[in-house]
């Protein structure tokens, strides 16, 4: 209760200085924010009146509220990219008033005065970083495929897993601990491609926010990140559409009203074609040698959103997501009248998501949004062999059949309701609630085999077996109020309670959260923040297999909920009106930590709970970043310097060791720069320390005698003193990009030009001990033990066709 009562002080004192302000002759001017060309609206849009020196942002709906005194006002709202404009009201009761904004033609021609926009320094949060979706679609990316996740590992404090993939590692967290959203729903596997590849096609999205820190109270139920990816609305004044041709896959998206200024749509759609391309080759081949079928690869994904404008107080958001993998082996290999061989394998994982949300204005002041929400994920795999055998007549003579499938997932139904309440300039209050039901798939496995000879069934089989389905329930409840204390001091603070049920387990928790900004002399901004977090779902994986079976489980009465603190202080200003530079300092810990044990497997009947181990971890460092948001040169600078540990009783003989993806230096460079209306320039380069691996110590001989005979061996035993003892060598990159864009009468065109890894250095993808033999030059071959490096990427070109219409 102690660790409470500090936060309910404040709660108090924000409760009579409500009170106080409501006292005043005030009223409230209110509305929503939109883009003047496509209708949608406008998130984090800035709203300031400088007479009070008061001011607001857009909500995640484009709603903005301010309550000022009785006066004539002049109220300035500007966006990125877009216009300002100012507009003058006199202010003598309540006003209604929606804005659009104008996109600038180019974004060094916008002047967004001090008092128009927020800067870093004036935002109570820390640790969060927003990356314009526009700016995302011009870096440099592998095989010209724009990947979301990839420009976000470019960020300090955030790293990737190895070459090409598109995990995120955030502040020594690993991939489950970051909560990922889809327009609200949560995303439980974000690669295609083995991972070289996220889900999330940039065409349809439109907001991008990652929280590494500092937790407002609304967040809950990961340890590490937060990342919000909210999809485009839909053109409402009319239809457009985009696509594009890359060596990868092929893009369309097609948006437009379905009644002018009231209701709107867009449809994303994404493919591979590599399989289809592939497929008259790979059946050549096969027919070549006897046989007929098909191999291949595929992934898709398809988005899709329709909004509806009920009236001035209410809309209506519908929004979905559909995608798969699928790789496939479908071979036969026959004799007429003989005999036919046939082989099928599959495997296949693949997200959906849906939700549909309900806004409200209840007044001028209040605003809120109701969610329902679907999620599922699933994985599964299939191996089966079918063989028949004929006699002389054409009858058959044999015929044989085994298969077996393993399939597991994890479905989610959930509610959540939110409230923004905006009393006064000096406060922001949320509050609301979540509830989630989730059913968990351990695992299951499927055999089926038959067996027939000469028209009589010997063996039949079919069977399923596995582990229970889980049922679970959680749950949350957060307050939380953006407070300006003073003209220098501002605070965000509030509570998160969480609840998780399951079988006969029941677990609690209180998150306090907080972060302060003071103000000093010259604009320089002091921020400081703490939050804890609880995680309830479990994900276990192999730390050296990024591969798509990996498992999200419950916690249970025998497997902990995870959690996590986590206290940051830094600095922030921005220089001049573009350059925004911001330096903190963060310390993390997580204790009931979940991993495999040594030596365990994911493919077993043995119970999931008694093949793990928890544990405890800890992650600290100091991250800088400077980011040019504005001008014909946009990008950034980021540096993370940073250790991460992990402690588990039966690993490394319980002593602390370093994380594998513990690095000590990150450094990335991002620049892009528009050299005339025609022509864009961009290039990255990224450095990291390589990550930890274990190497034995030592080798002892001992003689063994081999199985069919007792003649004694030599066999090298390998002793293992500590556990990711050494590190591979650093991981160096440049990216490089060449965009060329013409507007047609109709159209505009651009061809984009690029290499991945430029100067074709070898990074380590893994490394191995081999034996290599050596020649003395005498015929006498001596072997040699030898650690041998294998790479992945070499420089790798890439060329893609855009449109737009």
Known sequence: MKRITPY?????????????????????????????????????????????????????????????????????????????????????????????????????VVEIT??????????????????????????????????????????????????????????????DQNLILLDGVPVYNVNHLFGFFSVFNADAIKDVKLTKGGFPARYGGRLSSVLEINMKEGNNQEFHGAGSIGLVSSKLSLEGPIIKDKASFIVSGRRTYIDILAQPIIRASLQANGGDGRIGYYFYDLNAKVNYKISEKDRLYLSAYLGDDRFYVDTEDSTPNVFRDKLETNLGWGNITSALRWNHKWSNKMFSNLTATYSRYNFGTLIGTEYEAFASNGSQEAFEKYSASYDSGINDLALRLDFDFIPNPNHYIKFGGLAIRHDFNPGEFNLEARVVEEQEELFALD????????????????????????????????????????????????????????????????????????????????????LPWDQWLPTTNQVEPQDSWQAAIGVAKTFGSDYEVSIEGYYKEMKNLTAYRDGASLFTLTDWQEQVVQGEGNSYGAELFIQKKKGRFTGWLGYTLSWSNRRFDDKNFGEWYPYTFDRRHDVSIVGVYELSDRINLAATWVYGTGNSVTFAESQSPILTSGFFSQELWPTW??????????????????????????????????????????????????????????????????SERVLKQYSLFPIIPSISYRFEF
């Not at 300031?48 to 001011?55: C, D, I, Q, R, T």
């Not at 609690?508 to 995680?535: D, E, G, H, W, Y």
């Not at 035993?717 to 991981?731: D, G, I, K, M, S």
Request: include cysteine; glycine fraction near 8%.
């Open 8 to 108: 309910l002080l404040l709660l108090a004192l924000c409760s009579i200085q409500i009170l106080h302000a409501q006292s005043e002759e005030k009223y409230t001017i209110s509305g929503y924010i939109y883009d003047d060309q496509t209708g949608e609206s406008l998130i984090s849009a800035n709203v300031y009146e400088s007479k009070n020196a008061a001011g607001t942002v857009s909500n995640l709906y484009g709603f903005y509220s301010v309550t000022l005194p009785k006066d004539s006002i002049y109220l300035t709202f500007s966006y990125i990219g877009f216009q300002p404009q100012t507009i003058g009201v006199y202010l003598d009761r309540d006003v209604d008033l929606d804005v659009r904004l104008g996109q600038s033609v180019s974004l060094d």
């Open 114 to 175: 001090a008092d128009a926009a927020e800067k870093i320094e004036e935002k109570t949060q820390m640790s969060v970083i927003e990356v314009p979706i526009q700016q995302i679609k011009k870096i440099p990316a592998l095989l010209g495929e724009v990947d979301v996740l990839k420009a976000l590992q470019l960020l300090p404090g955030v790293q990737s897993g190895g070459e090409g993939q598109s995990g995120l590692y955030v502040r020594g967290g690993s991939p």
């Open 463 to 546: 069977t399923l077996f596995g582990q229970d389905r889980v049922n679970a329930l959680e749950y949350n409840v957060f307050v939380e109020d953006d407070h300006k204390i003073t003209n220098g001091l501002k605070a965000n603070y509030g509570l998160h309670f969480s609840g998780f049920s399951v079988n006969n387990a029941n677990y609690t928790s209180i998150q306090p959260r907080i972060a302060l900004r003071q103000l000093l002399p010259n604009q320089i901004a002091v921020k400081a923040s703490f939050a804890t977090m609880r995680q309830y779902v479990q994900y276990l994986t192999n730390e050296n297999i990024g």
């Open 717 to 782: 035993v390998e002793t293992f003193t500590e556990r990711n003892n050494h590190r591979l060598p650093a991981y160096h990159r440049l990216d490089i990009n060449v965009d060329f864009i013409k507007q047609k009468k109709r159209y505009k065109r651009i061809w984009s030009i690029g290499a991945y890894n430029a100067y074709s250095n070898k990074n380590p993808f893994f490394v191995n001990f081999e034996t290599d033999y050596v020649d003395d030059g005498n015929g006498n071959f001596t």
